[in-house]
Structure formats: C-alpha cells, structure tokens
Nanobody, 124 residues
Framework: VQLVESGGGLVQPGGSLRLSCVVS?????????IGWFRQAPGKGPEWLCS????????YYSDSVRGRFIVTRTTTKNTVYLQMNSLISDDTGLYYC?????????????????RGQGTRVTVSS
C-alpha cells in the first residue's frame, strides 16, 4: 500500500488549498479509513478527519469542522482535503494515512500506512 500527498504550499491567512492523497495497493474487496493528520513544528501529529472507503462515513475534528472538507473519488484512489479559511495555526506537515479497520480511530498509531506528507505554511 502506498499513499502519496501533494498540494501543499504557502498561502495567506484566509486563503484556501486543496491537498490530494493518491492511494494504491488496496484491492476492491478491502475497506479502510483514510485519515488526514497535521504535524505542527515541535508537536505530535493531530488528527484532522477521516473518510471511510465505503458509504458516507466522514468524521472531522473540532478544529477543522466547517473549514475543511474531505472527499474521495468514486474509484477511491484519491482522497482530497479542501482547506478553507486557513489560519496560521494550520501551518504544518500534512499527511494521509490508511487504517484497515471498520472502526474509526483518531490515534495516528492505529493507522497501518502513511505517506511522506506535504507541507503547508499559512503566513502573510
């Protein structure tokens, strides 16, 4: 299984970015969560949201609910994170991770696979 993120960059406060996570290696019979995490400089990973590979199960943390939107393509091979109304606290390394379980977890250690991440800097 591989996950590859892209779309990070420098954005001004109040701006938007869309991150992508290309997922490969799962079979069509496998079900899994894709989670997005953020790691700010000097801090541990923070869970932001998760989307299940089947159905409409989507979950958000309080810190991003209403600002971030997670979606996936119908083929399930790409998961997007649309980030709006960005603030300086959103700065960090963003990575996606896969959890091969039907139970949601917000703990990054419960995810089996992760990508290398893409960096987001919110600054004027």
């Amino acid at each position: 299984v591989q996950l590859v993120e892209s779309g990070g960059g420098l954005v001004q406060p109040g701006g938007s970015l869309r991150l992508s996570c290309v997922v490969s290696g799962f079979t069509s019979s496998q079900y899994y969560f894709i989670g997005w995490f953020r790691q700010a400089p000097g801090k541990g990973p923070e869970w932001l949201c998760s989307i299940y590979s089947a159905g409409d199960n989507i979950y958000y943390s309080d810190s991003v609910r209403g600002r971030f939107i997670v979606t996936r393509t119908t083929t399930k091979n790409t998961v997007y994170l649309q980030m709006n109304s960005l603030i300086s606290d959103d700065t960090g390394l963003y990575y996606c991770a896969a959890r091969t379980d039907w139970v949601l977890s917000r703990n990054p250690d419960d995810y089996n696979y992760r990508g290398q991440g893409t960096r987001v800097t919110v600054s004027s």
